[in-house]
């Protein structure tokens, strides 16, 4: 984080971001700057950050959805997003490479962290992704997300993150 009592932003970070990055010196200063009005003492909340989401699904209640965010962007585990955490979030969701989108999703769905992404996992991010907004009812009949992702993982226990072992993305196309 940067040194938070003279609200100025370390050097180290700041070339820290701006190698792994996508924003220049001068953005990061802005960035910053409306980080620290925001968040005066350099950090949100998973609280907070569950209020900002929610702005973005006004008609439904994605708060568990936003903990799962949070934990996934929570790179310390401090229950708290820095300002350098608070970057990278925001670069890779934008405009970060594909591998490092890949394997920020991979992180979304080991919910339990332990470097495997098991069945119930896949279902319970799955199923807040898909679950309809608030006063949504319609009939689904007998097929439903969870047992069309029952039926496509199979007899699939886990999967890990190897790239050797996670499809390529060549041209717009998944391939094994």
């Not at 907004?133 to 992702?149: C, F, H, K, M, V």
Request: net charge negative; glycine share 6%; aromatic share 12%.
């Amino acid at each position: 984080m940067g040194n938070s009592k003279s609200g100025a932003l370390s050097k180290e970070i700041l070339e820290d971001l701006k190698l792994n990055t996508k924003y220049t010196e001068d953005e990061l200063c802005k960035w910053y700057e409306s980080f620290q009005k925001q968040c005066p003492d350099g950090r949100i909340s998973r609280s907070e950050f569950e209020k900002i989401y929610s702005n973005f699904f006004p008609n439904s209640d994605p708060k568990v959805y936003a903990r799962h965010v949070f934990r996934s962007f929570d790179t310390n585990d401090d229950g708290t997003l820095d300002f350098r955490e608070y970057i990278i979030a925001l670069h890779l969701t934008s405009s970060g490479k594909t591998d490092l989108k890949l394997e920020w999703a991979f992180s979304l769905f080991d919910v339990d962290r332990n470097g495997e992404i098991s069945k119930n996992e896949v279902l319970e991010i799955i199923s807040l992704l898909l679950s309809p907004p608030d006063g949504y009812t319609a009939g689904l009949g007998r097929r439903t997300p969870q047992s069309e992702i029952k039926a496509g993982l199979g007899k699939v226990k886990s999967l890990t993150f190897s790239e050797q072992h996670l499809p390529c993305f060549n041209y717009g196309h998944w391939v094994e």
